[in-house]
């Protein structure tokens, strides 16, 4: 007989699993509803537009904005590439200087460098030891050139949340258009645009048990109104800032997955820092020479950040291939890529080398958390019987104890 492993996913961060009452709610719009929401001359149009509106409304809230102010992307990338772009384009006559930070996502980053062959000026902020901007550090890096701030909310290696409303409060003192990329803070925590004080968010469904290719900009209308030149042009659909044919199905399904959100946001953060305080927990108990990475209180609520020493993270996850886990930074099967945020976060380049990320989600269970714990260590302790090196420290460990 054929022996079955139990599977267990635990790699939210990258992607989270179609909530089965956002699939439910999409249905009718991937069959009977099938009308173009620009349609306006018959009634599949005309239906197709109120869900999209009503996905629109049901996003805004999540966020605390006018639903005026969401714009329609294909992903979190597009919506990095339409702020970070259109608006350097849009007001390039106030100024020609970006400030962000070392730890972006590759969209915001990559965008910064195109902007860079472009004639404009980008500085890339440090973090601290646990992945955070100092506020003090943009302030101190404005000059009458900038025109946009950009800083990640949430780290989506190490979790680590950065403090948006003070650097917002000093984009608004110094008249400094700020956006953020806040795609895994984004109904797991806190996430008012008024409260983080930000002129334009990215958002994306795909990380929030919504479907994948749908994200949105969010972009402040008043106090102060922004505009954004177009990154692509067609039929002038979503305020002529994002032209094509919406894609209706995954709005509704992004609207529903905002909706859930916001009514158990509260409940599912406590009981993701339970698991993930557990987790912590357990493998500390069994496994030693263990660093953790993040800040150790303001972080998203899932999210473990660990590196073992003495042992290869793709080694470590090629013998846990029935657990889904993730190093936190790009791989492939021949070679590991030394983590960038972890490097700028003063990490040893050894360590920077071999993280695992545990991206704890909606469905994980205790007992999923002990049978990781259980799984982990004794692979850990598997490989470390390997190296002799482990062996030699451990027994000088021992002997200074």
């Known amino acids: 007989m054929e022996k079955t492993f139990q599977r267990i996913y635990m790699d939210h961060h990258a992607t989270t699993p179609l909530d089965p009452r956002v699939?439910?709610?999409?249905?009718?719009?991937?069959?009977?509803?099938?009308g173009n929401a620009s349609s306006n001359t018959h009634a599949f149009g005309w239906r197709a537009k109120e869900a999209v509106e009503l996905a629109r409304q049901q996003i805004a809230k999540l966020i605390g904005c006018n639903p005026e102010e969401i714009i329609f992307t294909n992903g979190a990338t597009e919506s990095d590439n339409l702020a970070i772009k259109g608006v350097a384009q849009q007001y390039r006559r106030k100024g020609n200087h970006l400030i962000t930070s070392q730890i972006e996502h590759s969209a915001i980053l990559e965008s910064c460098k195109t902007l860079e062959k472009d004639g404009f000026e980008v500085t890339y902020l440090p973090v601290d030891q646990y992945g955070m901007v100092d506020p003090q550090d943009v302030k101190e890096a404005i000059t009458d050139q900038t025109i946009l701030i950009s800083i990640?909310?949430?780290?989506?290696?190490?979790?680590?949340?950065?403090?948006?409303?003070?650097?917002?409060?000093?984009?608004q003192d110094h008249g400094v258009l700020f956006h953020s990329d806040a795609v895994q803070g984004i109904g797991k925590v806190e996430s008012s645009v008024d409260t983080l004080k930000v002129d334009l968010m990215s958002l994306t469904a795909h990380k929030m048990y919504g479907p994948k290719g749908i994200g949105a900009l969010?972009?402040?209308?008043?106090?102060?109104?922004?505009?954004?030149?177009?990154?692509?042009?067609?039929?002038?659909?979503?305020?002529?800032?994002?032209?094509?044919?919406?894609?209706?199905?995954?709005i509704v399904g992004f609207g529903a997955a905002c909706e859930i959100a916001q009514s158990e946001m509260e409940a599912e953060a406590k009981h993701l820092t339970n698991l993930r305080n557990h987790l912590h927990q357990k493998i500390s108990e069994n496994i030693d020479?263990?660093?953790?990475?993040?800040?150790?209180?303001?972080?998203?609520?899932?999210?473990?950040?660990?590196?073992?020493?003495?042992?290869?993270?793709?080694?470590?996850?090629?013998?846990?291939?029935?657990i889904a886990l993730s190093t936190g930074s790009a791989c492939s099967s021949s070679s590991i890529e030394t983590s960038?945020?972890?490097?700028?976060?003063?990490?040893?380049?050894?360590?920077?080398?071999?993280?695992?990320?545990?991206?704890?989600?909606?469905?994980?269970?205790?007992?999923?958390?002990?049978?990781?714990?259980?799984?982990?260590?004794?692979?850990?302790?598997?490989?470390?019987?390997?190296?002799?090196?482990?062996?030699i420290v451990r027994k000088g460990s021992q002997q200074q104890a």
């Open 23 to 34: 699939l439910e709610t999409m249905m009718p719009y991937l069959t009977s509803e099938f």
């Open 152 to 171: 990640i909310y949430a780290s989506n290696e190490v979790g680590t949340i950065n403090p948006l409303s003070e650097i917002g409060e000093i984009s």
């Open 218 to 250: 969010h972009i402040r209308s008043k106090r102060p109104k922004i505009r954004i030149k177009p990154q692509n042009h067609g039929g002038g659909q979503e305020a002529n800032i994002r032209s094509g044919t919406l894609n209706v199905p995954s």
């Open 289 to 322: 020479f263990m660093h953790v990475h993040g800040h150790p209180e303001k972080r998203l609520p899932g999210n473990l950040n660990i590196s073992f020493e003495f042992v290869e993270s793709l080694s470590l996850l090629e013998n846990l291939s029935n």
């Open 340 to 391: 960038r945020v972890l490097m700028a976060m003063g990490v040893e380049e050894e360590l920077a080398r071999s993280p695992i990320r545990f991206g704890l989600g909606r469905s994980n269970t205790l007992n999923q958390v002990n049978f990781v714990a259980d799984q982990l260590s004794k692979q850990v302790t598997k490989l470390r019987n390997l190296s002799s090196m482990y062996k």
